[in-house]
């Protein structure tokens, strides 16, 4: 009888002992099958990172996509609120996440001024300014009086004419190589209903080929009226036309801000480099020649 209670008590520790020795195993089962997992996982890492350096694509598990998927679109939703306090459409947006912080800012402007500016001018205002802006007035009209001071044998004002024809010509050269550079698209929101008689000549933004254009005959005017005996006072009608032609671009939604920047510094550079290159004396002596 007494041995009954030392037996059970035997039978007590082996079984603890098998118990405490079954943890172990499975404990240093589970580990293994970690250290496993992990191999895999760094050898497939590394298969990946071939497969990307060789130009494959890595697969993305079910979670992972999801995630991806959701940053992405609280990204898009975080660019449309700063795009424009009214969300932006997506033609904005879908461009504001791959531009940098100034061109957002750009756009941002260039919506509000569109948008609550542009709703307080008239349309025809706008459209009666993009036209005098045009180049299709310019260039005839240019050409025409440049033939008649030439038939007319008053070479001063050939002359004169002659340089500012050339300097249309290099305004369309700058403005064209530059839109060709950097190749930026006009606004989403520039196809308005109320403009739609107005006939785009290009698709592309920067910089703004108005604005230079006017920037350019405002300055040209300014420097020719100072020569004059009327000074420069004669030439502030052509200045006001020149801006409010340049701030039209904006509220038509034809341009951004920094396209009409951008355009007004080409057109001043046209009318300065112009003015100190080309003398209007060579041009005078260069014409009785020809007319001679």
Same mark, same amino acid.
């Given at each position: ?8 008590? =035997? ?43 060789? @130009? ?34 997506? @033609? ?50 240019? =050409? ?12 001063? =004002?050939a002359a004169l004419l002659a340089k ?9 050269? #700058? ?13 989403? #929101? ?32 300014? &420097? =020719?009226?100072?020569? %004059? ?5 004669? %030439? ?19 341009? #951004? ?5 951008? @355009?007004?510094?080409?057109?001043t550079l046209n009318a300065c480099s ?12 260069? &014409? ?5």
């Amino acid at each position: 009888g007494e041995a009954d209670p030392d037996r059970r008590m =035997a039978s007590i520790a082996r079984r603890a002992a098998g118990v405490s020795s079954g943890v172990s195993a499975a404990s240093q089962s589970s580990r293994r099958a970690v250290a496993r997992v992990m191999a895999t996982r760094r050898g497939g890492g590394a298969k990946a990172g071939d497969a990307r350096g060789r @130009g494959g694509a890595t697969p993305a598990t079910p979670a992972a996509a999801a995630a991806a998927a959701a940053s992405a679109g609280a990204r898009h939703r975080l660019v449309a609120a700063s795009t424009s306090g009214r969300g932006g459409t997506e @033609g904005e947006v879908e461009a504001a996440t791959s531009e940098s912080w100034l061109l957002r800012k750009d756009r941002t402007y260039s919506r509000f001024i569109h948008d609550d500016v542009g709703s307080q001018v008239p349309h025809w205002v706008g459209e009666t300014l993009e036209r005098l802006g045009s180049g299709l007035l310019w260039f005839p009209m240019t =050409a025409a009086a440049l033939a008649l001071a030439c038939r007319s044998e008053r070479l001063a =004002a050939a002359a004169l004419l002659a340089k500012f024809f050339a300097g249309l010509v290099l305004d369309v050269v #700058y403005v064209g190589s530059m839109k060709g550079i950097f190749r930026r698209k006009r606004p989403p #929101y520039s196809s308005h209903k109320a403009y739609q008689t107005v006939i785009k000549v290009d698709s592309f933004s920067m910089p703004s080929g108005h604005t230079s254009r006017s920037v350019f005959v405002a300055l040209f005017a300014l &420097l =020719a009226a100072r020569r %004059a005996v009327h000074g420069t006072w004669a %030439a502030a009608p052509i200045c006001v036309w020149a801006t409010a032609t340049a701030f039209s671009r904006v509220i038509m939604g034809r341009h #951004y801000l920094l396209d009409v920047a951008v @355009g007004a510094a080409v057109g001043t550079l046209n009318a300065c480099s112009l003015d100190l290159l080309l003398s209007e004396t060579a041009l005078k002596s260069l &014409l009785q020649s020809a007319l001679s």
